[in-house]
């Protein structure tokens, strides 16, 4: 069954958003390129760090193919900058790149296998990711690194707890971890869950701001702009189904 048939209908009204559960501290969030979290969640990332909770970001490659007008070799090191600079604003202080190469990511054993041994290391009681599935909503294309990681992710928190899958893992010292609870997904045309976007809001802004030489080789609008407006237009949508107040979504997979 395609996405399209699965979408809501205007006889099936959009259900009310529940809270995401709190009772977890260590996160680990994998994406596909540099901005995918600042697009997606970070107002919520702020939100939690903030309350004591740990966060990791795990990018499967450094975004080398993002920006036209430059050499991967030299795009690459220039959005890692930007990422790691924009994840410090929202309180993340690790960032992990994978090197998969951006724009032709795989996904299969190899891409599960290094998300699995991310999730050994870090041991998370709660992963995100993004959409993984073939819109966002609608005729809204995904990009096919977006559906690989994403499947791969949800696929990969299985495999961390299963010692007898990539079993190299265990000799590498990387012993099972079985401890993810959930995985939640942003950006999802089919929310579940919202987090309040009210406290990290700002700082999402700055956050995503720290992408500038991608968002200035993106669009003609200024920056700043640019990002308000993305942000708090997301946010103050998904209100009407949470109480009415602006939130980040999420849909949310129990383990």
Not at 2 to 21: F, G, V
Not at 166 to 188: I, K, M, N
Request: aromatic share 8%; net charge negative.
């Amino acid at each position: 069954m395609s996405d399209l048939e699965n979408e809501p209908t205007d006889r099936q009204p959009p259900a009310h958003l529940r809270p995401m559960p709190e009772d977890w501290r260590r996160a680990l969030a994998v994406v596909a390129h540099p901005d995918d979290l600042e697009y997606g969640c970070s107002a919520a990332v702020a939100g939690w760090t903030d309350a004591g909770r740990e966060v990791v970001y795990v990018l499967a490659t450094r975004g080398e193919a993002g920006i036209d007008t430059l050499a991967p070799a030299v795009c690459g090191p220039l959005r890692e900058r930007e990422q790691r600079a924009s994840a410090a604003v929202v309180g993340v202080g690790e960032v992990e790149f994978l090197d998969h190469k951006d724009g032709v990511i795989e996904y299969g054993t190899a891409l599960r296998r290094d998300i699995a041994a991310a999730i050994r290391r870090h041991r998370p009681e709660l992963v995100i990711t993004l959409n993984h599935r073939d819109t966002w909503g609608g005729v809204a294309w995904n990009t096919p690194d977006h559906v690989a990681v994403g499947r791969a992710t949800l696929d990969a928190a299985s495999d961390a707890g299963n010692r007898w899958i990539f079993p190299e893992l265990t000799e590498q010292g990387l012993e099972p971890w079985d401890g993810v609870r959930w995985v939640a997904v942003a950006g999802s045309s089919r929310p579940t869950h919202a987090v309040d976007a009210r406290p990290g809001l700002e700082r999402a802004v700055r956050s995503l701001l720290e992408h500038r030489a991608y968002i200035e080789a993106l669009t003609d609008e200024e920056p700043e702009a640019y990002c308000r407006t993305f942000l708090t237009g997301g946010a103050e949508a998904a209100a009407e189904r949470f109480g009415g107040v602006p939130a980040v979504t999420f849909e949310l997979f129990p383990r």
